[in-house]
């Protein structure tokens, strides 16, 4: 392979979440496709960086493209399910995860996966960018999507990008800084996250976790404080016993001279060991507090640190300066009681509530969230396509967290639901680029949101519905119709003249319960567990089933039910999927 140069029609390089979601679709559509990925796992957040619970576009109505198919894979290879922790309604092992891309991947004759390799320079011929060059080959390709954690395809191309905060003053973002200061000096980006993966060894002793370098106990004390050591374990809680150190109050984010990771090779491996320290010393923190039944993880990665993730969970990269920027106000609900705002090229759907992370301090956002399904989730937002394209550069998409965005609305889109989302439609767009001979630039958006539609292995969503179930029938008609016809998108993101699925109690594994409900206020529901096994349990109801939701609201209080659904113990709530009143 050394001095090697391979041809395809299609470049991914960067086996991230965004990345092997291009690859995939790219593949599937028929383009000869080569991914390049730096680790031995697929998936990025999902997998190697540990995020093996994922947040946004949990609702049904959102599970779709490789996201829904994604999850379907995880509901069928988890034992014991995936309703374990309280932050997310998806706990699963990792190793699971990459095991589904990998599958994914090996399963497409014209996909070559190569790993262990990152990129070192990149070949342009005037304003086009042909190739890429690694240690030891070098791959030309028609189209080349940059899914590299921290966009370094960009800074080797020489392509313009945007790092760090951009000021009140350029967009008219209310969250944004009228002018430069101590947050914006301190943290240029959001601070990334070395997740660990801690062990509950009830009954015996695990290993002592060792501290690590510039260990100090002071910046843990008070980590779990409003929520109490069960509740803290809870929140990233994961099948058999496990648990995903993610945690953003006093713990393990890492940002101190987080602008490290731009300056050269030597200052990232610098940063991105102080990282990893930093999430070794909160382990030991929460051993010496919690004591020693709770230990490192046995066998979770594939590295000599198997307890830690591959890499860090990057929040933010550079971010690409595109054909047209993301801000704030485009992720926000509209003013007028709209909840969604709609961009004519949309190509995929996220709703995640804008999330900041600078440690050691609250930063106040404009706020996306609204009470649906009986808790609190964020409001619909579309990723534009042309976000994914250089304003001055052919040849390439990005398909990560490197899109065209502003600093303050990557708080939303760089969620891992988002960006396999973003993935799937720059690879949908690279592999009809290579077939219709054309640039990204020029091709037909129309072409590609149907295409993403219709799609045979994994049909996305391009307009957020809340209550359009990819199974239902008019799925695919109230999709195309509102595409065409964007003045009539309802301000309530409820569309009309839909059907209610059918249950069937005998397909998949549901908890089955009798009790009372109360209603407590607006979206807020309690249900008493009369059935014998669990007398006088109260749990919190919620759902992520449109119909349900609706259902709920009108249902009186000190109605008895009987419910069918998913307890989640460590979030005390239960995911009800349907059920029968007394």
């Known amino acids: 392979m050394v001095n090697q140069t391979y041809t395809a029609d299609v470049l991914v390089v960067g086996g991230g979440t965004g990345g092997t979601a291009a690859a995939i679709q790219a593949a599937r559509r028929g383009a000869k496709t080569i991914l390049v990925s730096e680790f031995p796992w697929l998936g990025g957040m999902l997998t190697a960086a540990g995020v093996s619970a994922p947040d ?3 609702l049904a109505a959102f599970q779709t493209g490789l996201w829904g198919a994604f999850l379907q894979e995880l509901r069928h290879r988890q034992p014991g399910g995936l309703d374990h922790n309280w932050v997310s309604f998806f706990s699963y092992d990792p190793r699971i995860g990459a095991e589904i891309f990998a599958e994914w991947v090996q399963e497409l004759p014209n996909l070559r996966w190569i790993s262990g390799e990152v990129p070192i320079d990149v070949f342009r011929q005037g304003t086009t960018i042909t190739g890429v060059r690694f240690a030891d080959f070098a791959v030309t390709a028609k189209i080349i999507l940059d899914g590299t954690e921290l966009g370094d395809l960009l800074a080797l191309g020489e392509i313009p990008y945007r790092w760090g905060w951009e000021l009140r003053s350029q967009w008219d973002e209310l969250s944004a800084p009228s002018t430069p200061n101590a947050l914006t000096e301190m943290y240029p980006v959001q601070a990334p996250t070395w997740v660990v993966i801690m062990q ?77 320290w930093h999430s070794q010393n909160f382990a030991h923190f929460i051993q010496t507090q919690l004591g020693r039944r709770y230990g490192l993880a046995e066998g979770v990665f594939p590295s000599p640190l198997e307890a830690f993730a591959l890499h860090p969970y990057y929040r933010e990269s550079r971010r690409l300066v595109g054909l047209t920027t993301i801000c704030e106000q485009d992720i926000l609900p ?62 390439l998409l990005v398909c990560e967290k490197n899109i065209s965005v502003s600093h303050i609305a990557n708080g939303a889109t760089r969620l891992q639901p988002v960006v396999l989302g973003i993935g799937q439609a720059a690879g949908m767009a690279a592999a009809m680029c290579v077939e219709l001979n054309c640039q990204p630039r020029d091709l037909s958006v129309r072409m590609l949101q149907a295409a993403l539609l219709q799609d045979d292995r994994a049909p996305a969503i391009v307009i957020p519905l809340f209550n359009l179930s990819p199974n239902d029938p008019k799925w695919l008609h109230w999709q195309l119709y509102y595409l065409d016809n964007p003045e009539t998108y309802p301000a309530s993101g409820n569309c009309p003249d839909l059907s ?49 939701d609706e259902q709920l609201q009108a249902i009186p209080d000190e109605q008895i039910l009987t419910l069918w659904g998913h307890l989640n113990a460590s979030g005390n709530w239960f995911l009800v999927e349907h059920f029968d009143k007394e």
């Open 56 to 58: 946004g576009n949990e």
């Open 200 to 276: 509950d060894f009830a009954g015996t002793v695990s290993p002592e976790i060792l501290p690590a370098p510039n260990y100090q106990p002071s910046q843990f004390a008070s980590a779990w404080d409003d929520y109490g050591a069960e509740t803290f374990l809870n929140y990233g809680r994961l099948p058999e016993g496990r648990f995903m150190i993610n945690w953003p109050i006093c713990g393990n984010d890492y940002g101190k001279g987080v602008g490290r990771l731009l300056e050269s090779e030597t200052s990232r491996c610098e940063f991105i060991q102080e990282c990893r």
């Open 334 to 395: 509209l003013p007028g009681g709209r909840v969604a705002s709609l961009f004519d090229d949309a190509v995929a759907v996220g709703n995640y509530a804008n999330d900041h992370h600078y440690p050691g301090v609250k930063f106040s956002l404009q706020p996306k969230s609204i009470r649906w399904g009986g808790r609190w989730t964020g409001t619909p937002f579309t990723i534009p396509y042309r976000s994914l394209i250089p304003a001055a550069t052919d040849g």
């Open 500 to 548: 209610v699925p059918d249950f069937n109690k005998s397909i998949g594994k549901f908890d089955c319960v009798q009790g009372i409900f109360h209603r407590l206020d607006w979206q807020d529901y309690r249900f008493t567990v009369t059935t014998s096994t669990f007398i006088s349990q109260t749990w919190q109801l919620v759902t992520w089933r449109s119909h349900i």
